[in-house]
C-alpha cells in the first residue's frame, strides 16, 4: 500500500519487491493479490521476487503471476550459474516474466534472506559482458563491494568499488540496466553517482522501511490497530517518497 500511494502521488513507476519467505509465509493468494493492487494502481507497478535461490522456488514463481524474478544462482560456479539462468530466462521470456541476475556474489544477508557464508566474490566486467551475452538476463546485479544488511563503520562509500561497477556498466549496461543490492545505509550522494553508471533498479528495504518500524514499536501497545496501521502506512509512503525524489523517478511516468 505505501509504495503503491508514493508511486502515484510522485507521478513515479515503482517496483514492489517480495522474498522467496513471502510465498513460503504468506502464501500464493497473497502474492496474486498483491500484484493485483500493483497492476491496478495508475502508474506502472511491478512486482518482482528476490533473490531466489532454491530451484523450487524459481518453479512455484513461474507459475504466479510476477513481472519479474531474481535467479540467485551465485553460490554455484560460474558455468553452472549461466546455464542455469539461460534456463529460466528462455522459459520465463514465454511467459512474460524478465529476470535478473546476480554475478558474483554479494556478501552478507538481510531480513527475509537465508544468510550465505560463502565469501564474496566480485563481479569482473569482462565475464559480466560474457554472462549477459549468454543467458539473455535482463537485469544484472553486480558485486562490487556492496554488502546486504549494513556496512561497517567506514560506511558504503569505502566499500564499494565505483570504478569496478563503472567498468561494468560500460560494458552491460546499453543491454542490460543493472540492479544495486546492499543499500542500507547508503547516502543521497552515492546513489545519485551509480545512476550515470548504468543503475536504473535499486533495492530498498530498510531505507524506506526503518521509520515505519520505528513509528510502530513507538505506538503499538498505545494506538488501535486500526489507527496504527493507516499511521504506519503513511510514514512508510512518505519515506518512500522522500527516496524517489533522491533517485529521480518522481515525475517520469
Ligand atoms: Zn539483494
Redesign the pocket.
Known amino acids: 500500500m505505501a509504495v503503491i500511494r508514493a508511486a502515484e502521488r510522485k507521478g513515479s513507476p515503482a517496483i514492489i519487491q517480495l522474498f522467496p519467505w513471502t510465498m513460503h509465509f504468506q502464501g500464493s493468494e497473497f502474492i496474486r493479490y498483491v500484484v493485483s493492487a500493483a497492476h491496478a494502481a495508475s502508474v506502472p507497478i511491478a512486482v518482482h521476487l528476490?533473490?531466489c535461490i532454491k530451484l523450487d522456488d524459481v518453479e512455484k514463481a513461474l507459475k504466479l503471476p510476477f513481472d519479474s524474478i531474481m535467479v540467485d544462482a551465485s553460490t554455484l560456479d560460474e558455468e553452472e550459474n549461466i546455464l542455469q539462468v539461460k534456463s529460466v530466462v528462455d522459459r520465463a521470456r514465454e511467459l512474460n516474466i524478465t529476470i535478473e541476475a546476480e554475478m558474483g556474489r554479494?556478501e552478507g544477508g538481510e531480513d527475509g534472506l537465508p544468510s550465505v557464508d560463502m565469501g564474496t566474490v566480485l563481479t569482473r566486467p569482462e565475464e559480466a559482458k560474457n554472462f549477459v551475452q549468454k543467458t539473455g538476463v535482463h537485469f544484472l546485479a553486480p558485486s562490487f563491494g556492496n554488502i546486504?544488511g549494513g556496512y561497517p563503520a567506514e560506511g558504503a562509500e569505502k566499500s564499494w568499488d565505483l570504478p569496478r561497477l563503472a567498468a561494468i556498466g560500460e560494458l552491460v549496461s546499453g543491454s542490460t540496466p543493472l540492479a544495486l543490492?546492499?543499500t542500507h545505509p547508503v547516502s543521497d550522494d552515492l546513489f545519485q553517482r551509480t545512476i550515470p553508471l548504468g543503475v536504473r533498479k535499486i533495492?530498498l528495504n530498510r531505507t524506506v522501511r526503518d521509520d515505519y518500524t520505528g513509528f510502530v514499536a513507538k505506538n503499538a501497545g498505545s494506538l488501535e490497530l486500526t489507527v496504527l496501521k493507516m499511521q504506519g502506512v503513511e510514514i512508510y509512503a512518505k519515506s518512500v517518497e522522500r527516496m524517489m525524489d533522491v533517485l529521480g523517478s518522481s515525475g517520469r511516468y
Open positions: 528476490d533473490h554479494i546486504h543490492h546492499g533495492n
